[in-house]
């Protein structure tokens, strides 16, 4: 019933063509590629004008913010039961239609030429991982005439929302190999002699975004990590004394965890740790 379920959705996403342009959370994602790939290269110039037009246009306070949220919240939400995902959306539907629509389009409209005007029409080409997503949440809250259209976009979601987070991850992140990470991680493997894992990827996107919320979810982000990591290593155990002596001392780094800097000297530590913890998942 659920792969049926998936086929009518893919079909019916196929169908509903609307303007990407005026999908609040594609234009931020677009920015946020172009700001990655503007980091990857080394080209500051690009990444200050890139970060002045998203804190311009994206700032708390603004309704391109607020719109932006409602899709935040639907997409990264998980684990949710049924009912209370249905509920979500529902919720978020009202938010948006109570929205000043007028507003809303006038601020996408003056985004856009900001785009257009300081980086380009390319900036709207860039791959998003979660194009398909983000489509499928804009047709929601704007909501679908056609009833079958409207039930099975909802359900998927619905379905989405209800997914544990490790599995939700996984899907998110599978296409970030395409995108210009890679430059990234050709650099950390030069340094480092090791390439970036899918686990390592999200904390660096995380670490090139961090300035929007001026690091708030980055933070957040962080701190979830690293307690992840610290319950990981208190529930390692080995024959070998080498390893579980440097076990504990890396266990010591934690202990004050909260007030570490969050700076690029953190970030790859973090990286570092993260690629401890699979090798010792992994049973390396």
Known sequence: MCNVL??????EMIKMK??????????YEALVRELTKASVDNDPDKANTITAVIKEHF???TVLYQELKLYK???ETSGLEPHLADRLIQESKFSYMMMD???VFNSQTNLMYAVNKHLGSGTYSNFIPNYKELGAIHNILQGVEDTKSRVLLEHTLVERLSTKGEEKESKDYKHLDNLSYRQFVKRFNTEYGSMLSEGQKVIVSKFITSFIDEGAEYRYFIYEKLNECKQALEKFSSENPTITEGVET???KFNNFTNIPLNEETLLEVLKLQSLIE???NGD
């Open 6 to 11: 998936s086929t009518e959705w893919k079909n």
């Open 18 to 27: 609307y303007n990407k342009k005026r999908n609040t959370a594609f234009l």
């Open 59 to 61: 700032k708390k306070g």
């Open 73 to 75: 919240n639907l997409l």
């Open 101 to 103: 629509r007028k507003s």
């Open 250 to 252: 890396i266990m010591e």
């Open 279 to 281: 090798e010792l998942n």
